[in-house]
């Protein structure tokens, strides 16, 4: 076990101080990071903030303007592509069209120089992992999207490479089916072991499959972290507004609780308990966040932490978000599960909101 535990904290990749500069522009800007054996790792960002950049180095196919990349402890900045034990499903899948499912699989492996018969053991070994199996002998454009996807998944798998780099590989995919295939590429990491390196803009899809998160913004690394961490410790108020929902409240903090929380005095006047980090000050203007689930109404005897005017309520099957606008000014969203009576949510309603300490988190 200690072995195992061992060889999951040994970095397979790690990129050291690297920055790739596109003429003016700096897509990577000395970003380290170190991306464990056998782990399920998300690059996750908005638009442009250099996701692909960093596969496509991670791959070999850009180079770092300074910097370098290094593979089981070995620098291989240097070398070309097809000498990197790593591989790349892309988003289009990049697959031959004329060419037959088991011939695309195989492909990779021919350029390898690898026997025939190894070719045909591997290629139907790859399909039968991706259960396409009864598949082989279609030609590519007679499958679905999703077929498609398996295909190029089988195929970037069957060199057995150390590490898979897949850029949005599910983005072309419609909701139900990209669903099923998040669950599938989870269960492939799992069951080959192999590191996955996977590029999302999509913050929900990197909660549910990752092991490990980095949050990138216009090239760096802000945060590097389970789901669980990123999503209830974010280091960054922009971590915290980009996983999920949020609400981030301004106000100033009074004093410290017995129970070393920080008592916090929003911008309308009303006091809320939150938890404070024991590196951050005790004192001054202060962003504190609150999840719409950390919030629940308060009963019509209950004492509120805070009070609004509800503006509109959206339903989304589960449960509502409640919108509220608090006297500050400031925009309140909180979570109700079960049905909600319309009689009691007429817009412009005084509603109160109760808030544990645990639920409400002061931001650095
Ligand atoms: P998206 O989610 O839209 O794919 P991304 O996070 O993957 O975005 P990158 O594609 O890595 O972002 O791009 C990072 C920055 O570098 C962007 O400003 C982009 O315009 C720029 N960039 C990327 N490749 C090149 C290139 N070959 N030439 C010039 N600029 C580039």
Known sequence: QRQTDRARQRPAIAARRLTKRFGPIEALKDLSLDIRENEFFTLLGPS??????????IAGFELPTTGRIELDGEDISGLPPHRRPVNTVFQNYALFPHMTVAENVGFGLKMLGRSRSEIARRSAEMLELVELGAMAGRRVEQLSGGQQQRVALARALAPAPRVLLLDEPLAALDLKLRKAMQLELKKLQAETGITFVFVTHDQEEALTMSDRIAVMRAGEVLQVGSPAEIYDRPAHRFV???IGEINILE???ERMSREGHALVRLGGG??????????????GAVSVAVRPEGARLAGAEEAATI???????VYFGSGSHIHLRLASGEPFVLRHSGPVDPQH???GARLGACIAPEQARVLA
Do not use: M, N, Y
């Open 251 to 253: 106000g100033r903090i």
């Open 345 to 347: 949510l007429q817009p």
């Open 48 to 57: 442009g903030c250099g996701k692909t950049t960093l596969l496509r180095l």
């Open 270 to 283: 009303a006091e809320i308990e939150a938890r404070l980090d024991p590196e951050l000050p005790r004192h």
């Open 240 to 242: 915290a507004d980009f």
């Open 307 to 313: 009070e609004g005017r509800l503006e509109h309520v």
